[in-house]
């Protein structure tokens, strides 16, 4: 068992940067594959992000490539969002998740935080 609890979230204009937190406590976060994923109102929650137990590969959404960079620090038990040129389009509650394997498809991860509001004005 896991717990996961996002941080770093709020109210940001478009163009600006965030920077989304993921504290594990619980299993040491090194045994999982660990994804962002997030939910705008009235739409389907999306893959984000992921990243591999070792940081070894990365994974992104075509909407966010370039602009979003997901880390890990095992030693810490913390993943990390960074989220630059924010847009509109990428409010949403954000969601880290954790999973043995590396899916796109939100229902096979095993352990999910709270999530944390992101707010892009325009």
């Known amino acids: 068992q896991v717990q996961l609890v996002e941080s770093g979230g709020g109210l940001v204009q478009a163009g600006g940067s965030l920077r989304l937190s993921c504290a594990a406590s619980?299993?040491?976060?090194?045994?999982?594959?660990m994804a962002w994923f997030r939910q705008a109102p009235g739409k389907e929650r999306e893959f984000v992000a992921a990243?591999?137990?070792?940081?070894?590969?990365?994974n992104y959404a075509d909407s966010v490539k370039g602009r979003f960079t997901i880390s890990r620090d095992n030693a810490k038990n913390t993943v990390s969002l960074q989220m630059n040129s924010l847009k509109p389009e990428d409010t949403a509650v954000y969601s880290c998740?954790?999973?043995?394997?590396?899916?796109?498809?939100?229902?096979?991860?095993?352990?999910w935080g709270q999530g944390t509001q992101v707010t892009v004005s325009s």
């Open positions: 998740a954790a999973s043995i394997s590396f899916y796109s498809n939100y229902d096979r991860y095993n352990y």
């Open positions: 619980g299993r040491t976060l090194s045994t999982y594959v």
């Open positions: 990243i591999s137990r070792t940081a070894g590969w990365t």
